[in-house]
């Protein structure tokens, strides 16, 4: 047989498999365009009802029976106006606010009101800042142009898909089947995948992106919220979600010192049971407490995690086995993996794990041992981490 011949015939296969995952992406992509059809195959669960509105709570989440009234006296009521106040006044006068670190601090410790955190989450991420040093550089329409090159060639179209319709599927927001936010959930996720190209997309950084759309209007400020939790030096996650998961494992080790240093006693227990961080602290530390505790706790975490910084997921660690200690020193590996599986179900004293986590960061702080150990890590420059990578650049999909 002719050599070229033989040569075209053995490629035909590759050529296959490559046009398959084209046809695939645009399938995928053109059905978040078209958005919820009536010819859609929809679950009974997924069509909200009525009565779905009466087992919402005040998050947003659907439960399975309906949600009582909290009862609020005169008293409770004025406390929380006179607090969204003190709020507002201080988000109008953001700027003058950050030269007085003490009064903000001691507001953002305490919580941010629900119906503000819209407002103060993107300040605090410096959302516009981000994106004005990004457009600089690069240009205006960055996200739309990332999403029309996603559209084309992301490699992670698949799997941003799957990962869509499993997100806070029990949220009034991402209920709806190719639904507005779950258009948006995936446009985000899909666009990011071609900014940092290092990254692209991991499992885990769905559930972060849903979070900020609870809360951020516009799908291109989630973006850059993204961008700056991912790439922010105040934050860092860049390296949770690489392949390899490299942050991830740093996080492990970093946290069982300090578990032998601040609970000796307990974390000769759970040695001795053989538990290791690998089987209760990987969502603690790769979606910042997400899932893993009550969603009020974790909103509370993220308020703080936004102002401190990446010191908070290792604090929080500690913080949480210091407060459960008694329970956990006396339980056996079984009792212990149920107790952490469904924390997130459990009535647990925030204001008390919220003091514990002040007081394990100040005692971290004052040893030096708040900040994971510094590794040499090669420089990265921005147009190779941006758009500007060959397209064909080979990147294993990391999977948890």
Known sequence: MDPALQARANNEPTRDVEREKVEERERIYERYTQGRSRTD??????????????????????????IPMEPMDKKTIEKKVTREKKWWRMVKDWEHNERMPEELKTRIWKGCPHSLRGKVWPMLLRIKEIKSLNEQQYGTGIYERMKGKARKYSPDIRQIDLDV???????????????????????????????????????????????????????EDVFWALTSLLRGERY???????????????????????????????????????????????????????DKLPFSLALRVWDIFLYEGEEIETAMAIALLRTFKRNLIKSNDEQINNFMAYLC????????IIDNLSEILMELRRTRMSHLPKVDIPEIKPSESLSTLPLNKKRQLTRL
């Open 345 to 352: 179900e459990r009535q647990l004293e925030e204001e008390k």
């Open 41 to 66: 195959d929809i679950e009974p669960w997924e069509e909200p009802s009525f009565s779905s509105y009466m087992k919402k709570d005040k998050y947003g989440f659907i439960h399975e029976k309906p």
């Open 165 to 219: 319709h499993r997100t806070y599927r029990n949220h009034e927001m991402f209920q709806l089947k190719y639904g507005v936010m779950q258009q948006k959930l995936f446009y985000v996720l899909a666009a990011y995948s071609m900014f940092n190209k290092e990254v692209g997309y991991c499992q885990g950084m769905a559930n972060v992106v849903a979070l900020m759309l609870m809360y951020m209007n516009e799908e």
């Open 236 to 290: 860092q996650m860049n390296d949770f979600f690489k392949p390899g998961l490299p942050k991830l494992f740093r996080c492990f080790d970093h946290h069982m010192i300090l578990r032998k240093k601040c609970i000796p006693s307990l974390h000769k227990h759970l040695k001795k049971m053989q538990y290791e961080p690998t089987l209760y602290a990987t969502k603690w530390f790769l979606q910042c407490y997400l």
